[in-house]
C-alpha cells in the first residue's frame, strides 16, 4: 500500500508539475479536516502519512504550559513527562488519535481539499515558471479566438494575446504555430494569466538575435528600436569591432537576413541605423531616408533639437501621418522639431525685422548731456540720440562750442545709453544662450541669409581685409 500511494502522489506530482511534496502536504490537511468532522473536536490537529505502512495518522497537538487554562490545547509538564520523559516547556506533545473510516461525506471533503490544494499549488507552479520569463521570446500554438483576442497553448497553460498586442498586417489560423514576447504574468480568480504580444519592439530585437550570428555572440549590439507594429520598426546597431559593419551584418547578403526577419513581420518596414555617440550624428542618420541640411541643439536639459531640410525633402523626413519624425524621435530620445529652408528663411527674417530700431530717442532724454550741450546739438540739427550715435567725432568738431573733451563726453553718454538700453540687454542674453546651446553642423543657404549682404556690410562696417589691398592699389 505505501508503494501504491507515493507511486500516485509521484505521478500526480509530474502531471501537475509541482513538487511532490506538496502532494503529500495536501493529503495530510486533507484527512485533518476529515478528521476534525469525525472526532467532533477543537483540538489542534496534525496528519503525517507513515512511510513504512502508507497509513495516515492523525496527531492531537498539546503545548506544555506551567498553569493549564485550555486541557484541550494544553497539558502541564507532569502529564507531559508521564507521556515523554525529556518533554521541556512551551514544547508541543503529540497524542495519537485512532484510526476511523472516513463516511461518504468525509471522504468527499477530503477529496476536494486535495483537489484544492493541488490546483493551488499547480497555479502558483505557472505564476512562477512564467513569471521569470517575461520579456522572452516564446512558441506558441494558436488555439481558439476569444472577442477578438486569440487563445493560444504555450504547454503547461494558455496565454492571452490581446487585439492591441496584434498585428494589423497578421492574421492566424487556428493551429499556426508563432513567435511572441512574454509581455506580464497576472494573478486572477480564476489563476495565472499569461499575456503576450506581437507588437513589442523587444520581438524585433530577438529575431534579429536569432538571425544575425554578430548580434547573438555580441560582436553588434541593438542599442535602441522604435516601434509601430504593421507599419514601420527603426533599429539602432553599433559595432564592438572596427572590420564589422554593423547596418551590413543586420542586412545580410543580397538582404537575406532582414528580408527573413520581414516575413516573420508580414511585410512590416525595417530601417536598420548606424549608432553613434554623438546625438548630431545619430539625429541625421535617424531620420534617414530623408537628407538634413543641418541640425541644431535647442535645449540639452529638455532634449530638443532643430532639424532643418530642403523644402523637397521636408514630407519625405515627417513620413506618413508624421511617422518618420516620430520614430526617429524615439529611437534617439529627444524631441525633434523640423522646417523646411523656406520656413526657417521666414523665421529668421521675423527675427532680424524685431531688431530693428525703435522709435527715435530725443537727445533731451539721454542722460549725461548738459542743457547747453543740447542747445548746441539742437541748433546743428540733431534732435535725436540716433542722429547723435551717427556722427563721426570729425562732424562733431564742426559744431560751434563743442571740443575734444565735449566730444569724450559725448561718446562715453552715448556707450552708457545703450548698454543700460533693455532691448540692448535681451539681445546681449539671447545671443549667449544661442552661442551656449546651438551646436550646428556645416552651415546652408538659410544660415547664410540671416548674415548682411557685402554691399551692407560695407555701408555699415570699416573696410575688411579684403577691401584694404584694394584702396592701397588705388
Known amino acids: 500500500m505505501s508503494n501504491l500511494l507515493f507511486q500516485t502522489i509521484d505521478q500526480i506530482s509530474r502531471e501537475k508539475g509541482i513538487d511532490p511534496q506538496i502532494v503529500v502536504h495536501a493529503i495530510e490537511d486533507a484527512i485533518v479536516v476529515a478528521s476534525r468532522k469525525y472526532f467532533k473536536s477543537n483540538e489542534e490537529l496534525r496528519g503525517r502519512i507513515n512511510p513504512e505502512t502508507g497509513e495516515i495518522d492523525v496527531y492531537a497537538i498539546r503545548k506544555v504550559v506551567e498553569e493549564v487554562t485550555n486541557p484541550v490545547r494544553e497539558i502541564s509538564l507532569e502529564e507531559a513527562r508521564a507521556h515523554k520523559p525529556d518533554a521541556q516547556m512551551e514544547e508541543e506533545i503529540e497524542f495519537l488519535k485512532p484510526a476511523v473510516g472516513l463516511g461518504r461525506i468525509a471522504a468527499q471533503m477530503a477529496k476536494q481539499v486535495i483537489f484544492q490544494k493541488v490546483r493551488e499549488a499547480e497555479r502558483e507552479s505557472v505564476y512562477a515558471e512564467y513569471h521569470k520569463h517575461v520579456g522572452e521570446i516564446v512558441n506558441c500554438v494558436v488555439k481558439r479566438y476569444e472577442n477578438g483576442d486569440i487563445i493560444v497553448e504555450l504547454g503547461k497553460t494558455e496565454a492571452k494575446l490581446q487585439k492591441r ?8 489560423t487556428v493551429g499556426d504555430r508563432i513567435r511572441v514576447i512574454i509581455t ?158 523656406e520656413e526657417k528663411r521666414a523665421e529668421v527674417e521675423s527675427q532680424m525685422d524685431l531688431m530693428q530700431p525703435a522709435a527715435p530717442t530725443p537727445v533731451e532724454n539721454m542722460p549725461g548731456l548738459t542743457a547747453s550741450l543740447v542747445q548746441k546739438l539742437n541748433a546743428a540739427g540733431i534732435s535725436t540720440v540716433e542722429q547723435l550715435a551717427n556722427l563721426a567725432p570729425e562732424d562733431l568738431q564742426n559744431i560751434p562750442g563743442i571740443g575734444g573733451k565735449t566730444i569724450e563726453r559725448i561718446s562715453d553718454a552715448l556707450s552708457e545709453y545703450y548698454t543700460q538700453s533693455p532691448s540692448y540687454q535681451d539681445e546681449m542674453e539671447r545671443l549667449a544662450q544661442e552661442h551656449m546651446f546651438r551646436k550646428d553642423v556645416p552651415v546652408t543657404e538659410s544660415a547664410a541669409a540671416a548674415e548682411p549682404e557685402p554691399e551692407q556690410a560695407a555701408a555699415h562696417s570699416p573696410a575688411t581685409e579684403e577691401t584694404v589691398p584694394e584702396e592701397k592699389n588705388k
Not at 498586442?165 to 492566424?172: G, I
Not at 535645449?299 to 532643418?308: G, P
Request: proline letters at 2%; hydrophobic letters at 40%; a neutral charge.
Open 184 to 341: 506580464k504574468v497576472e494573478k486572477t480568480a480564476k489563476g495565472p494569466q499569461v499575456i503576450v504580444s506581437r507588437t513589442d519592439a523587444a520581438l524585433v530585437q530577438h529575431l534579429f538575435q536569432t538571425e544575425v550570428p554578430e548580434i547573438y555572440d555580441g560582436t553588434v549590439q541593438i542599442r535602441s528600436t522604435a516601434r509601430e507594429a504593421g507599419e514601420r520598426t527603426k533599429i539602432a546597431v553599433v559595432s564592438r569591432e572596427k572590420d564589422v559593419d554593423p547596418v551590413g551584418a543586420c542586412v545580410g547578403m543580397k538582404g537575406t537576413r532582414v528580408q527573413s526577419i520581414i516575413r516573420e513581420l508580414r511585410g512590416e518596414k525595417i530601417d536598420i541605423i548606424q549608432w553613434n555617440d554623438d546625438i548630431v550624428t545619430f539625429a541625421t542618420n535617424a531620420i534617414s531616408p530623408a537628407k538634413i541640411s543641418r541640425v541644431s541643439i535647442v535645449d540639452s536639459t529638455d532634449k530638443i533639437m532643430e532639424m532643418v531640410v530642403e523644402d523637397s525633402q521636408l514630407s519625405l523626413a515627417i513620413g506618413k501621418k508624421g511617422q518618420n519624425v516620430r520614430l526617429a524621435s524615439k529611437l534617439i530620445g529627444w524631441r525633434i522639431d523640423i522646417k523646411s529652408e
Open 165 to 172: 498586442d496584434q498585428s494589423r498586417l497578421e492574421s492566424f
